[in-house]
């Protein structure tokens, strides 16, 4: 009896705090599609005519272009070297790895205020222009340590006797990371890569004190905000949760992937002495 | 041909001695086992021979040729671990003809294909070329494991507790699938255990390791009716290991004095292995009662004691009849011939 007062209980707040979270983005969502240009209820009828108004737009083009050259630079930047460094990384043992580590881990704790602006000096330092490049590069120290953290999950889980058996079968290390250690992580430096690409496409306030007189979409979007309350926010603030979500099922389904084939080679019985 | 020499080789890890200047010699097409217990080096100089550490001093030599520094993917040596582990994301061909296609230049894709069909009929596998891990059983996945390394035809095998992992039925099975393999590939076996029967059951000679020392060396038959010292005497099979003075080749055992064929003076160990124990009812023999008694099918297992000896001393009798209740007095009898007497300091 009482379980079931509880579970009712804990439903409805369920229910609320699910309500709370998401009604913002539903409405934001449902508004996208009015047929007026109201920001409010009631609804007055579907329509995609903010859709054509903003795709049509030469300013959120370019802006949804720079946002997506950022977003993949950054992304395989990172892929390449989170890859070799994680690897390395995996490798170390005790005190040494604890200290490159926490190297390595630290800018995921630094305020993004503060890498912004600490970006901006350097790059005026070395004379660099800021542009589409800085803001990557800007990007690329944002997003590093989330890509570590998730390959390295992985890689310490890896069952290292697999790479003995394939050297004693005559790999050497390029070949036993190709034959052997990448074709069990890859689907996880998928997921990695579509979340590293996401947090790239959505940031802000380290993109603005770099990018100079270039925009990118959540930039372009602030400054519309700006001049007035635009029922093409809508629209923006929609294509921006859908890339965002799609990467984020991507990630989902590649992890599931490498999951359950790690589950199948170590549920057997016989694998566990 | 292909024999293999270690010499002098010492491992420390940390402030543990592993392996204590040990020296082995490994003769062609020999089937030799480390035998002991967990953490006494028999897995430490395997892996020395496989090239997976590089010892701290003393060599590995391979047909007179010196291996030490030479790194694991380019010695003719192959290993079967103690899990098997096969490659999740390939099947059994994929998992087989993986050695094979780091040679690929050398090797046609037709010569792969047959040497995997061989190396799969070998080990009894064929037919299971599509099947992925997660669709074996233990015991077929050390079999894929085992036609993995023997595809790349090593002259010498290692095995590192290739079997461990198995249900005592599958371990029997593939003890016997071992010994016709090693009939069949006339390859060098090094096998790692710490199960004696598997020892005695496979082995041309048996290793016994202790605190990563060898402490004896010998064929099966000299390793189990001549232990070299307790140790060895204890491991391998059950013995009585039990303290005794011995006086012009005689010694007191209860209140008995049994006749003994040995040159040894004075304090020394008894090894006597339980079946030769006899219990007999009354009578002639060494009066002992019966505190523990235990089934095992092929006969009754007992746990005597006898006045004058501290520990109890184990007998194996042979099924059939009443045994012998808890509490019950009993006389026993050792032949002078099955009576062994090693040296005690």
Redesign the interface.
């Given at each position: 009896m009482t379980d079931r007062i509880r579970s009712h209980g804990t439903g409805a707040i369920t229910v609320g705090v699910l309500v709370f979270l998401y009604a913002p983005l539903m409405i934001v969502v449902l508004f996208s599609f009015h047929s007026t240009g109201g920001l409010s209820f009631p609804f007055q009828g579907f329509s995609l005519r903010w859709y054509e108004a903003v795709l049509g737009n030469t300013e959120f083009r370019r802006a949804l272009a720079n946002s997506t050259i950022v977003a993949f630079s950054t992304s395989l930047a990172t892929l390449v070297i989170g890859m070799l460094a994680s690897l390395g990384i995996a490798k170390m043992h005790g005190r040494l790895r604890s200290v490159i580590g926490a190297f390595f881990f630290v800018p995921l704790t630094l305020p993004g205020l503060f890498i912004g602006l600490s970006l901006l000096v350097w790059f005026s330092r070395i004379e660099l222009p800021p542009s589409l490049t800085t803001v990557t590069f800007a990007h690329v120290i944002y997003v590093f340590p989330y890509f570590i953290l998730i390959l390295l999950a992985v890689l310490d889980r890896l069952d290292l006797t697999l790479e003995e058996t394939a050297a004693d079968l005559g790999a050497n290390a390029w070949q036993v990371f190709w034959k052997v250690t990448f074709p069990q992580v890859w689907p996880i430096m998928i997921a990695a890569s579509c979340l590293t690409f996401a947090l790239s496409f959505d940031e802000f306030i380290i993109t603005f004190f770099v990018i100079g007189s270039e925009s990118t979409l959540p930039m372009y979007i602030w400054s519309q905000l700006r001049r007035t309350v635009n029922p093409t926010i809508n629209v923006i603030s929609t294509l921006l949760l859908a890339t965002t979500m799609l990467l984020w099922v991507v990630a989902f389904v590649a992890v599931l992937r490498s999951e359950r084939r790690r589950r199948y080679s170590i549920s057997k019985g016989a694998f566990t002495p | 041909m292909s024999r293999i020499s270690v010499d002098g080789i010492t491992q420390n890890f940390g402030s543990v001695r592993a392996l204590d200047d040990v020296s082995l010699d490994v003769g062609d097409q020999e089937f030799i086992t480390l035998l002991g217990p967990s953490g006494c080096g028999k897995t430490t100089l395997l892996r020395a021979i496989?090239g997976?550490i590089r010892p701290q001093s003393g060599s590995v030599t391979m047909n007179s040729i010196d291996i030490t520094k030479k790194?694991?993917?380019?010695r003719s040596?192959?290993?079967v671990?103690?899990?098997?582990?096969?490659?999740?994301?390939l099947n059994v061909e994929g998992n087989v003809a993986?050695?094979l296609k780091?040679?690929s230049p050398r090797l046609s894709r037709q010569e792969i294909k047959q040497r995997v069909q061989e190396a799969l009929a070998l080990v009894r596998l064929d037919g299971y070329e599509n099947r992925?891990?997660?669709e074996?059983?233990?015991?077929q996945?050390?079999r894929v494991?085992l036609a993995?390394?023997l595809v790349?035809r090593p002259s010498v095998l290692l095995l590192d507790e290739p079997l461990?992992?198995?249900d005592l039925k599958i371990r029997l099975e593939m003890e016997g699938e071992l010994r016709r393999v090693h009939r069949e590939t006339k390859a060098t076996f090094i096998y790692v255990t710490h199960d004696q029967r598997e020892a005695l059951a496979l082995s041309d000679r048996i290793a016994v390791f202790e605190n990563g020392r060898i402490s004896q060396l010998g064929t099966p038959t000299e390793i189990y009716h001549q232990p070299a010292n307790p140790f060895v005497a204890r491991f391998v099979g059950d013995s009585n290991v039990i303290p005794i003075e011995i006086a012009s080749r005689s010694f007191m055992l209860g209140n008995q004095r049994l006749a003994i064929d040995t040159d040894l003076d004075g304090a020394a160990w008894l090894v006597v292995r339980p079946e030769k124990v006899r219990i007999l009812g009354a009578g002639v023999g060494i009066p002992a009662e019966v505190s523990d008694l235990a089934f095992r099918g092929t006969g009754f297992a007992y746990e005597l004691r006898i006045s004058g000896v501290d520990s109890v001393v184990k007998a194996e009798s042979p099924a059939g009849g009443e045994p012998w209740s808890i509490g019950s007095s009993v006389n026993v009898e050792i032949e002078p011939a099955d009576c062994l007497a090693l040296v005690r300091t």
């Open positions: - | 496989a997976f790194p694991a993917h380019r040596i192959n290993m671990f103690q899990r098997p582990t096969l490659f999740p994301h993986f050695g780091l040679e992925r891990a997660h074996l059983s233990g015991g996945m050390q494991a993995r390394a790349k461990s992992a198995l």
